[in-house]
């Protein structure tokens, strides 16, 4: 699986859009972009997950450029319960590889009032 | 409700004293998982299987047994447990659809600490 980087952190206030990026330059050519959020003591929890360009569902929306060696997660006008560590995962979704999940150290999003 | 349950929530045990914590889920899927979170470490991958009586190592597995003998249930066993496996323990779930095998479906996570 492609090794992704992340921030460590950020910090927003309610009301705001927040953007957290992810590199992935050695994605491949199969890999999918998955995207979890895990708030403390609790399980991490699917967010969104994507190939290319944009995909949009009713938490977030996930902005791929063509090279695919970045995405972007966007969080429409967060409230503090969405204060959470976000995780960026690539993996392929066909190959033998896909049952294993490498969670980096994801990025610690503060949302402040 | 569809969900992954883990029995028990917190757990303290004292070296040595074999335990086994469960894991059970109510979607059929194929696909169970067990991971550790440790603080600067992430979320590591101890066992996982992807059928009844089909099981494979992750990236931690020693001092960890599992089994699945049934679709539904996949228990994490602690022959001996030592104070390294303190930690965070969260079971997962997951269709092997093709479609999204990247979707995993986590567990409330059990707390064990090892004294």
């Known amino acids: 699986l492609a090794k992704t980087t992340q921030p460590i952190s950020m910090d927003s206030y309610e009301g705001q859009e927040v953007n957290i990026t992810c590199s992935h330059n050695?994605?491949?050519?199969?890999?999918?972009i998955t995207w979890y959020q895990q708030f403390p003591s609790q399980g991490p929890r699917f967010i969104i997950q994507?190939?290319?360009t944009k995909v949009t569902n009713e938490v977030a929306s996930l902005f791929i450029p063509a090279d695919r060696k970045s995405s972007t997660l966007s969080l429409p006008r967060v409230s503090l319960s969405d204060t959470a560590v976000y995780y960026c995962?690539?993996?392929?979704?066909?190959?033998?590889?896909?049952?294993?999940?490498?969670f980096g150290a994801g990025t610690r999003l503060a949302v402040h009032p | 409700e569809a969900q992954v349950t883990q029995n028990p929530r917190y757990l303290i045990t004292v070296t040595g004293k074999k335990l086994t914590v469960t894991c059970s889920q109510n979607?059929?899927?194929?696909?169970m998982s067990w991971y550790r979170q440790d603080p600067g470490l992430g979320l590591r991958q101890i066992y996982y299987?992807?059928?009844?009586?089909?099981?494979d190592k992750g990236d931690v597995p020693e001092g960890y047994k599992v089994s699945r003998k049934e679709k539904r249930n996949f228990p994490l066993i602690l022959e001996s447990p030592s104070p390294n496996q303190t930690s965070l323990y969260f079971c997962?779930?997951?269709?092997?659809?093709?479609?999204?095998?990247?979707?995993?479906?986590f567990g409330p996570g059990t707390r064990l600490t090892v004294l």
């Open positions: 997962a779930s997951s269709p092997l659809t093709g479609l999204d095998t990247d979707t995993q479906y």
């Open positions: 299987s992807m059928n009844v009586e089909v099981t």
């Open positions: 979607m059929n899927h194929e696909y």
């Open positions: 995962l690539v993996g392929d979704r066909g190959s033998g590889g896909y049952n294993k999940l490498i």
């Open positions: 994507g190939y290319k």
């Open positions: 050695n994605i491949a050519t199969n890999d999918y």
